[in-house]
């Protein structure tokens, strides 16, 4: 059969496609898969944190052969992932403390190249570890720049204690210590970090954002990086049903609507230089993306805030503008 | 079990902890009835066979084909595609070109020369009157379960309203010939220019075990309409079957200026064959409007742009040398046209009329237990069988909407329960599946892809000859098309819910096989959001 058409009815859309050669499928199709986060973890219902960890490091499995290792900081990960005497990791895998996982990162990194060894690290850690309490170690580790591929598995907010507020929270998001009450319910706008930008700053290798929602993406950002030495980061989006408010069921359809609302940008950066980004495809107001959500629920209704969702919806127009991640055609349509 | 120095955990060891017990609701794989199989009245698996055209196996994809409807190529032609108003992909960008990839297929096995395997001889005969469409169907069905079959047809050519209905410029002769020729190979006796006149004794005598009668309706309908002289009126059907068998005697009939009065297929049929016959002008008259029209508008459309014109809400009142007078009708308020006392007169030297057909069933009126309508239709039970014991009837001369798919649609049911009957069993179809409805779909994971066009000749090549109108997908187009198709219903092996479950709890057991471990389904629900076809539900946990 002559092969002309280069269509594939599902195209690169779907996790793999009978009518791709297995090359161009991906890992997570693949009956090989490692499978570096196995069954039985305690994580809740529709967890988006263990899919993220499974497709990174499963995909970071294949780009090494095996041979790394990985340097866990607490948190929601390590903590449903090995709850003693139990283990769903298939890999070589530390527990470093909460705020340390980028310094024991850097001296495992260390110790495998006085010992010879080509082992490569990989530091992974939520939003909490990463954004505000590792926050000294990651940015030590980014200017030593380290030969460590930092993950971080951004659920916008401290989950596994009880979803306070991290630096990563959003705008006007309800949590456990940014209640929905007063004046301006949630967290308050302007303040929070840019985790990405600042490793950008830090001048490093490689810096990417990604989301669960998009795991060829995802995959290709954790190849990529895996082929850098140095410093690497990498900003894993990921939504936690709980915390959120949002349904397990749709977890991925929420991470969806975070990327094309434009409220998490998909881009990718070398040495402090944008290179790179993953467009919208079907364009959404924020509103679609904020509804899925009950710690946005303040903002809807009769006791609405219009005006703060317009904010937010700013906040979305800001990163499309920056980040060129829209048509033209696709904004006069929607006629935000 | 020792350790060494700071490690404190086995790997994988929480595959101990069967997380399935928090479970709620749990997933299943199941299949739906795609719309496009739904709607077809010969109950193509449509889908089946695409997903086979899809890899490029093309023999694969025609074998499932077979199985419902050994017409392809002529139906890729012909059918009003039922199955496209219902697909799925409507409401997405466009409909899938179904009937374009259905031809392609046909076509490309009449190349070949592909053939379907038949079961063992039974030694049960079966006779079949007609070899229209619903008399090959049946012919085809029982052959292949093994029966031997014997076709009557009244004509000296084989085909029915495929041939002495539809004109070459719709299904061109040698396409209806090598489709005909298959099922002669398979060893379908079939006989020609042998009218029927008793079927009873055929049944009595234990000639045959079981009679199928497809004679469709060939008989013209007639209205009297008084003519000043001896205008030239004559019947569509008549008209068209010359067409197709003695071309220059229909020529002979038409004049400058053509006069069509009806307005269903038949009427543009007799329209598009008298422009292509010498008429210069051709005017369809027809009592009610568009909305009521019975044509497919399909039809219609290639008529008006073949420069035939209509003259809607008119009846002919009579007919001169040259001119016809016609009543203007209005249509009341219950949607009935009624006449305004308005009269006028068209320009024509031909009139033919195409209002409507009876089936010639006469022959049957002495049979016990047949019932026969005021217009030669004839009744038949959920089991396609007449009053007569063994006497089964279908097609355009049983109650239907009269379409070819109809058609050959009753000829399988047909076969099948005369294959029970002549086992002493009643057939019992299958339960139908719910239908894979376009919510059920997660259209977020199929590429856009705009629909693909089919060549087709320009005016002035069109009316010159009876050649085909239409042309056909090439091989990369047909391709093109056919991955367009969502797989309402059914795995397409895209691998989503084994990707996207968070605790690893699908199991991929090869290309399109997945079970759930239940041990560790947690019942989120995410592989049943994300599938894009809709093939899974999530189920409540049982007691």
Known sequence: MTEHVKFYQTGTFTVGNRLLDEARRTVQSLMTRANSLNSGHRACQGCGEALGARYAVDTAVRETGGKMAIVNATGCLEVFSTPYPQSSWQVPWLHSLFGNAPAVASGMAAAAKVMGKDIRIIAQGGDGATVDIGFGCLSGMFERNDDVLYICYDNEAYMNTGVQRSGSTPARATTATTPGVGEQPGNKFGIGKNVPRIAMAHGIPYVATASVADLRDLERKVTRAMSFSGARYLHVHVPCPLGWGSDPAETLKVARLAVESGLFPLFEAEYGKVVGRRKIRRRVPVDDYLKMQKRFAHLFGAKGDPAAVARIQGIADANISEYQLDDIEAVKLLNI | ?543
């Open chain 2, 1 to 543: 079990m020792d350790h060494p120095f700071a490690i404190t955990l086995d790997p994988n060891t929480s595959r101990d902890n069967l997380t399935g017990a928090w479970r709620t609701k749990r997933p299943i794989y199941g299949s739906h009835l795609p719309p496009c199989n739904h709607a077809c009245p010969a109950g193509h698996d449509i889908q089946r066979w695409l997903y086979w055209a899809e890899e490029g196996n093309y023999q694969k994809a025609w074998e499932v084909m077979m199985e419902n409807n050994p017409l392809p190529a002529i139906h890729g032609r012909i059918c009003y595609h039922p199955c496209e108003d219902s697909c799925n992909r409507g409401q997405l960008d466009q409909t899938v070109s179904i009937h374009a990839v259905e031809r392609f297929l046909g076509d490309l096995a009449n190349r070949e020369g592909w053939t379907v395997p038949c079961r063992p001889n039974t030694g049960q005969k079966v006779m079949v009157v007609g070899s229209g469409p619903s008399g090959l169907s049946c012919a085809y069905h029982l052959r292949r379960m093994g029966h031997h079959v014997t076709v009557y047809e009244a004509m000296p050519r084989l085909g029915g309203m495929l041939r002495y209905g539809i004109p070459a410029y719709r299904l061109p002769r040698d396409v209806l010939d090598t489709e005909i020729d298959r099922l002669a190979k398979m060893g379908i006796e079939l006989r020609v220019n042998e009218k029927v006149d008793s079927v009873q004794e055929m049944l009595e005598w234990n000639q045959f075990q079981a009679v199928f009668l497809a004679i469709g309706a060939h008989k013209s309908k007639h209205v009297n309409i008084p003519a000043r002289e001896a205008g030239k009126i004559f019947d569509a059907i008549g008209f068209l079957r010359d067409a197709a068998d003695a071309p220059e005697a229909a020529q002979a009939k038409v004049g400058r200026r053509v006069a069509v009065y009806g307005g269903g297929n038949t009427a543009m049929d007799a329209a598009r064959t008298a422009l292509r016959l010498g008429a210069e002008e051709t005017v369809i008259i027809y009592r009610r409007d568009q909305a009521k029209m019975p044509a497919h508008i399909s039809e219609l459309n290639e008529a008006l742009e073949e420069g035939v014109r209509v003259q809607w809400l008119s009846t002919i009142k009579e007919m001169g040398e040259d001119d016809i007078e016609i009543e203007l009708m209005e249509l009341d308020d219950k949607g009935f046209p009624q006449p305004t006392g308005k009269f006028e007169k068209v320009k024509a030297d031909t009139l033919i009329l195409a209002l409507g057909q009876d089936s010639e069933s006469e022959f049957l009126k002495g049979v016990p237990g047949v019932k026969i309508a005021k217009d030669g239709v004839v009744e038949i039970d959920a089991n396609m069988m007449t009053g007569f014991k063994g006497l089964f009837a279908g097609g355009d001369m049983v109650p239907s909407n009269r379409t070819a798919a109809i058609a050959v649609g009753h000829g399988k049911k047909a076969a099948r329960c005369i294959d029970a009957f002549l086992h002493g069993k009643v057939y019992e179809p299958k339960p139908k599946k719910p239908i894979a409805t376009f919510e059920r779909l997660n259209t977020w994971y199929y590429t856009d892809a705009p629909k693909s066009v089919q060549p087709v000749l320009n005016q002035l090549r069109r009316l010159e000859n009876f050649d085909e109108t239409t042309g056909g997908l090439d091989e990369s187009n047909a391709l093109y098309e056919a991955r367009r198709c969502l797989s309402c219903g059914n795995c397409l092996s895209c691998d989503n819910c084994y990707g996207v479950c968070p605790d690893n709890a699908i199991e991929k057991l090869g290309p399109g096989k997945f079970e759930i471990k239940l041990d560790y389904c947690k019942g989120c629900g995410i592989c049943v959001t994300e599938c894009p076809c809709g093939c899974m539900d999530m189920v409540r946990e049982p007691e």
